[in-house]
């Protein structure tokens, strides 16, 4: 998928299939490389840990969509990842301080730790109902049947999306995620005009909901294009993500038997179990795009102004100057400081949610199928998206 220019390595079409491997090896060769992306744009990628820290947190490097839209040309902006269209793209990910803090501090208010405390139960529930249908199948794709649905079932609850609108709901979401770029952008659209319904029907009468908090915040409240682009973002930072944590957390385990039994016997280790598949193999690749606002540097080497620059949390999380196991899973060891969640301003917002849903869902799933198997004849293929690191399918037998 990359190919490096500045060296005869090529990564070639492979990459995602082993990224690992690709990472560690331009680790080696320096702090931070310049690659090709597939579509032929000239990127800077950080690979090693304490340069991808240090690149997450200069001010010099921008995620503003608006100096981005005078910058570059639309094409550039689309394949770069920084442009949908309109208000979705003018969310708080692409935006720097200080209109990001602006906008963080409402979400701050809003995503408190109490709505993510209160979400356990429900979470629970939506788990053990997901069980049965697999307890029911015996042998099942784990992502569709159950990592896939838990997550978004979690968001619509937090949004207040109501009952009877969740399954429209969730094959949009679905589609977004899963199809062709067509059929995903159609899907995007739908629920942009679901959410802007859903918006004008919590401003009409508010009830104890996320959504419903952000409208009736009295200091600096969002407008309705911020709030539509705020809701739109929770749902993409937060579906798939907790899809790959959980699919890849149970295929960390099952290549890992030992760090399986060591579980097993010692069910309290599982939050720093967590921790550490975020670290060793988590949902996302790479940070979403950065481009220098002016020169800058990163490990020694200069930055030219207006040139993109990719940060591989992958690559960082394995980094062994920083993490002396690296490549290998240990559950009991201490992975804090990991970069799954990015770091600096836009260190992600809803990590509470995503540790405790996965939390329960692993426990859950452990819980009712300890002898649970990935299939052995299943081939097993990394989805072809640049920023998230997910399986295809993940076949079990329980
Ligand atoms: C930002 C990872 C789950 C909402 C981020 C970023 C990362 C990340 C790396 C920063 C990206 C960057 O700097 O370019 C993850 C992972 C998750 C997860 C690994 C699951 C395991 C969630 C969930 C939600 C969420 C469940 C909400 C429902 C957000 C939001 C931002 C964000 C709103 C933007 C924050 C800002 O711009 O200040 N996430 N995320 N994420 N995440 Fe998450």
Not at 223 to 236: G, I, K, P, Q, T
Not at 242 to 270: C, F, K, M, S, Y
């Amino acid at each position: 998928m990359f190919r490096l220019t500045t060296t005869p390595h090529d990564l070639g079409p492979d990459f995602l299939q082993d990224q690992h491997r690709a990472f560690a090896l331009l680790r080696e060769t320096g702090p931070v490389r310049q690659i090709l992306t597939p579509q032929g744009q000239r990127m800077w990628m950080v690979t090693r840990y304490q340069e991808a820290r240090d690149a997450l947190t200069d001010p010099a490097l921008s995620k503003d969509i608006h100096t981005a839209r005078a910058r570059f040309d639309p094409y550039t902006l689309a394949v770069a990842g920084l442009e949908l269209g309109g208000a979705l793209s003018e969310h708080m990910l692409n935006t720097d301080p200080p209109e990001h803090t602006r906008l963080r501090r409402q979400i701050g208010r809003a995503f408190t730790s109490r709505r993510v405390r209160e979400l356990r139960p429900r979470i629970e529930q939506i788990a053990a109902t997901l069980l049965d249908d697999l307890a029911a199948l015996g042998e099942a794709d784990l992502l569709s049947v159950y990592a896939f649905p838990l997550p978004i079932t979690v968001i619509c609850e937090l949004l207040g999306v109501p009952k009877e609108d969740q399954d429209d709901f969730r094959s949009w979401s679905t589609a977004m995620a899963r199809l062709n770029s067509e059929q995903a952008g159609a899907a995007a659209m739908a629920i942009a005009g679901y959410l802007g319904q859903l918006i004008a029907a919590k401003r009409a009468a508010p009830s104890d909901d996320l959504l419903s908090d952000l409208i009736t915040a009295e200091d600096d409240p969002l407008n309705d294009r911020e709030m539509l682009a705020m809701a739109f973002l929770l749902l993409v930072a937060g579906h798939e993500t907790t899809v790959n944590l959980i699919g890849n957390a149970v295929l960390a385990l099952d290549q890992n038997p030992g760090q399986r039994d060591l579980l097993r016997t010692r069910p309290e280790l599982l939050p720093s179990a967590i921790e550490e598949f975020l670290r060793y193999d988590g949902p996302i690749t790479l940070a979403t795009v950065r481009f220098a606002l002016r020169a800058t540097e990163i490990g020694g080497t200069p930055i030219p102004e207006n040139d993109f620059v990719l940060i591989s949390l992958a690559g960082a999380n394995r980094d062994d100057r920083r993490f002396p196991h690296g490549e290998h899973l240990r559950v009991d060891q201490d992975a804090t400081g990991h970069l799954a969640f990015g770091h600096g301003a836009h260190h992600c917002v809803g990590a509470p949610l995503a540790r405790l849903e996965a939390e329960i869902a692993l426990r859950a799933l452990f819980t009712r199928f300890p002898h649970l198997t990935v299939s052995p004849a299943s081939t097993l293929h990394w989805r072809g998206a640049m920023l998230l690191h997910g399986l295809e399918t993940l076949p079990v037998r329980v």
